[in-house]
């Protein structure tokens, strides 16, 4: 029911300006649930001048591309984690090394985290009603990892395990990469 929600939202962020001494006006909104899903998606281009290096901004520009993807039943793509890339006949290249490297064509394979598009509009007509934009959306399980995990952890290897109330969620992250969430 948004109304209760929006209700509820309300007291609690009237609460916190009140302690903080500051009007709240966005916010950054963490996804989870069963509703969220993970898909695997390659992307390939024929690069303008092979010569260039890749640049951090060419490889932002291709990461940046996957959040329209198409995908069924009208959800919205929320995360987007690159996972590997091959450069010509070079594959398998963390995105730590291929910044500086030039080639013809670069492929990327990505994690496309996914949810019904329905699960933000419901929380932005809460949040609109109290008067807050969603400045952007996280995956809550990924947000976890990045917070709770060392960088040791995250480059070697762990997973995350968020037990929760009604719903038990897990980030796998490796080489500083999530890998997968579930």
Known sequence: NDGKVKAIVSELLDKAQREIGEPITEIVVGLSGKAIHCKDVPCQGRRRNPADYISQEEVDHLTKSQFNTVLENGDSVYEVSPQRYNIDDIVGIPQSDIIGMTGNTIEAEFKVFSGKRAIMDHRRVVLDG???????????????????????????GAALVDIGKSCTEVAVVKDNIVRHVA
């Open 130 to 156: 109290c008067g807050i934009r969603i400045s952007k959306a996280v995956l809550a399980s990924v947000a976890s990892a990045r917070a709770v995990l060392t960088r040791p952890e995250m480059e070697n």
